[in-house]
């Protein structure tokens, strides 16, 4: 009878190992070098119809990539300092940059052209973010200043500052909707704020980090926020509620970079830790983890997932491109 | 003479009308008001000073005051869009200031944002330059570092009885010789772009470190982006 026991607990215990390794080999990837930065990485950005993608560096330039062949279509130079993060507006018509210069620049995406240097920040600018929505012109910045400024970038006005955080802040996103900015700090707090023009306090505070606050990001459809922290853990908030949903203990150290795929609950993440590791953001359990062998400060995905663009320590460019697996679907791309 | 009489009607009706338009267009002409906040330069701490606004011919349009209780806040209402203002600062415990400000030429917003940050009027205290004008390891200024300088450049500017120091830190701990010369270099390079600038030389000495800044040492590990180590620099105030 134990025998018999045993035997069935054997082969259970073989069945799950098979279904986990299945699982496992549900996304599998290679890797690929697609180009060079002079120096480190800092920031990745997949536009909205997934064409190309943007990437900033320490060697005080941004490149833009095509999507999915990944060749160099634009270096932009003009930053006088490192640059720290980029975004695409919701068009892709244009493109922000933060720098430690103090800046916030704003290009023209198909001539690779400076039209704006927004100036303001009394720190250096780490996070930036362009408002999604079509008809606006606006764009976030965050700063070791503490602050968090939106912009009307036609105009080149700086047009609210948010006061709240006190610490550095260290990254900022702009909703899908439209309606809220999230912030994140080495307070170790999110605060989420209104971006009409008249209301300065923050909405909500989220507690839940016990480490400084490096990234936080909208899901496209603008019912969940991730944010990742300097231990290596990911929150997954439900919005606009802010409860917290989902904490992982994601990567051995920090996380610089997460972002979600085009069906709101793919979510991708890299660290120093060398490792890419895609999550399930509901449940989450870990759908693939990849070793890259460099440490990777940025990441980013095209909306299937079929791409995922890395920003390595190295100065690498590096595609991870999904060999088999089941799509994750939808329209939307970007960060 | 029934002519003459309509056409002076005319006339006049068409002076009334448009001088009717004309108070309707000062009645409709958007204002703006600027806040923002008034930190020191030094530890960051909010300050309560008073803000005067010039326009450009240097005529009083407008002031009031910062409350370092609430945060350093400030607002001044009534600047016109499309005009240049400055805003001067003058407190006794502070450096005199003078900030250029542009108003957007659009009706679009209400209240547009600025903060300033002013430097401590105190003996021996070290005002730092939040970005370093210097490539790593080198002691030319950079390309564009003018765009830096320029809010150091013109407090010295507005406050000439100011004697100071240029002060310069090297970017690592390797070679103390070579880190002295290096940190010389800058300093003398951030002494002869400030006396090419309108700052009297007799104001200015350099000092040059051959480590690197005690109060602002290179980060052991890697930490979160943006933390890029170049050597500091400092002007530190000798004699008010």
């Known amino acids: 009878m134990i025998r018999i026991f045993r035997l069935s607990f054997f082969l259970l215990l073989i069945s799950v190992l098979s279904l986990t390794t299945i699982v496992a080999q549900e996304y599998?990837?290679?890797?690929?070098?697609?180009?060079?930065?002079?120096?480190?990485?800092?920031?990745?950005?997949?536009?909205?119809?997934?064409?190309?993608?943007?990437?900033?560096?320490?060697?005080?330039t941004i490149k833009i990539w095509s999507l999915p062949d990944g060749k160099l279509l634009h270096t932009l130079t003009g930053h006088l300092g490192q640059v720290n993060n980029v975004s695409f507006s919701g068009n892709d018509k244009w493109l922000a940059s933060a720098s430690s210069d103090q800046t916030v620049r704003i290009w023209d995406v198909e001539t690779g052209q400076q039209l704006?240097?927004?100036?303001?920040h009394t720190d250096q600018v780490i996070g930036v973010y362009f408002s999604q929505d079509d008809s606006t012109t606006f764009v976030a910045s965050t700063s070791f200043d503490k602050t968090v400024k939106l912009w009307d970038f036609?105009?080149?006005?700086?047009?609210?500052?948010?006061?709240?955080?006190?610490?550095?802040?260290?990254?900022?996103?702009?909703?899908?909707?439209?309606?809220?900015?999230?912030?994140?700090?080495?307070?170790?707090?999110?605060?989420?704020?209104?971006?009409?023009?008249?209301?300065?306090?923050?909405?909500?505070?989220?507690?839940?980090?016990?480490?400084?606050?490096?990234?936080?990001?909208?899901?496209?459809?603008?019912?969940?926020?991730?944010?990742?922290?300097?231990?290596?853990?990911?929150?997954?908030?439900?919005?606009?509620?802010?409860?917290?949903?989902?904490?992982?203990n994601a990567h051995k150290e920090l996380i610089q970079d997460v972002s979600f795929a085009g069906d709101n609950q793919t979510m991708v993440s890299a660290s120093l830790d060398k490792t890419v590791k895609l999550w399930d953001s509901e449940t989450g359990k870990n759908l693939m983890t990849f070793d890259t062998g460099v440490e990777?400060?940025?990441v980013d995905l095209v909306s299937d997932a079929g791409i995922i663009v890395l920003g390595c320590a190295d100065g690498s460019v590096r595609f991870l491109n999904r060999e088999s697996g089941k799509k994750t679907g939808k329209t939307k791309g970007g960060k | 003479m029934k002519a003459r009489i309509f056409i002076l009607i005319?006339?006049?009706?068409?002076?009334?009308?448009?001088?009717?338009?004309?108070?309707?267009?000062?009645?409709?002409?958007?204002?703006?008001?600027?806040t923002g906040t008034v930190i020191n330069a030094v530890t960051h701490e909010p300050v309560?000073?008073?803000?005067?606004?010039?326009?450009?011919?240097?005529?009083?349009?407008?002031?009031t005051r910062s409350n370092s209780?609430?945060?350093?806040?400030?607002?001044?209402?009534?600047?016109?869009?499309?005009?240049?203002?400055?805003?001067?600062?003058?407190?006794?415990?502070?450096?005199k200031e003078k900030f250029?400000?542009?108003?957007?030429?659009?009706?679009?917003?209400?209240?547009?944002?600025?903060?300033?940050?002013?430097?401590?009027?105190?003996?021996?205290?070290?005002?730092?330059?939040?970005?370093?004008?210097?490539?790593?390891?080198?002691?030319?200024?950079?390309?564009?570092?003018?765009?830096?300088?320029?809010?150091?450049?013109?407090?010295l500017i507005n406050n000439p009885q100011i004697k100071f120091e240029v002060q310069c830190y090297p970017d690592n701990d390797n070679d103390r010789a070579e880190n002295k010369k290096l940190a010389d270099d800058r300093a003398n390079t951030l002494v002869n772009f400030l006396a090419a600038n309108g700052v009297d030389k007799s104001r200015i000495s350099a000092k040059g470190f051959d480590s690197t800044d005690p109060n602002n040492p290179p980060p052991k590990t890697k930490k979160a982006k943006g933390k890029k180590y170049i050597g500091t620099s400092y002007i530190k105030f000798t004699q008010l």
């Open chain 1, 28 to 60: 599998k990837y290679s890797m690929k070098t697609i180009g060079q930065h002079d120096d480190e990485v800092l920031g990745v950005f997949v536009n909205e119809d997934n064409t190309k993608v943007a990437t900033c560096s320490l060697d005080e």
């Open chain 1, 116 to 120: 704006k240097v927004l100036k303001g």
């Open chain 1, 154 to 248: 036609k105009l080149g006005t700086e047009i609210k500052t948010l006061r709240d955080h006190t610490k550095q802040t260290n990254n900022v996103a702009y909703s899908y909707d439209g309606k809220t900015l999230a912030s994140c700090s080495d307070d170790m707090t999110i605060k989420i704020w209104s971006t009409d023009l008249t209301t300065k306090e923050p909405l909500m505070t989220l507690l839940g980090h016990d480490a400084p606050v490096l990234t936080c990001v909208y899901s496209f459809d603008s019912k969940k926020l991730a944010s990742s922290d300097e231990k290596g853990i990911i929150i997954v908030w439900e919005m606009p509620s802010g409860k917290q949903l989902r904490k992982i």
């Open chain 1, 296 to 298: 990777v400060w940025s």
């Open chain 2, 10 to 34: 005319i006339c006049a009706f068409s002076f009334f009308q448009s001088l009717n338009l004309k108070s309707q267009d000062n009645l409709v002409n958007p204002v703006v008001a600027v």
């Open chain 2, 48 to 63: 309560s000073v008073f803000l005067i606004v010039l326009d450009e011919n240097g005529k009083r349009v407008n002031a």
């Open chain 2, 69 to 95: 209780a609430e945060n350093g806040y400030y607002y001044l209402p009534s600047l016109k869009p499309g005009k240049k203002y400055y805003i001067t600062i003058n407190h006794p415990n502070f450096c």
């Open chain 2, 100 to 155: 250029e400000i542009n108003i957007a030429n659009t009706g679009k917003y209400l209240e547009i944002s600025r903060d300033f940050q002013v430097s401590p009027l105190q003996q021996d205290v070290k005002i730092p330059l939040a970005v370093p004008p210097f490539e790593y390891s080198k002691s030319k200024l950079r390309v564009g570092a003018e765009d830096f300088l320029a809010g150091i450049k013109s407090t």
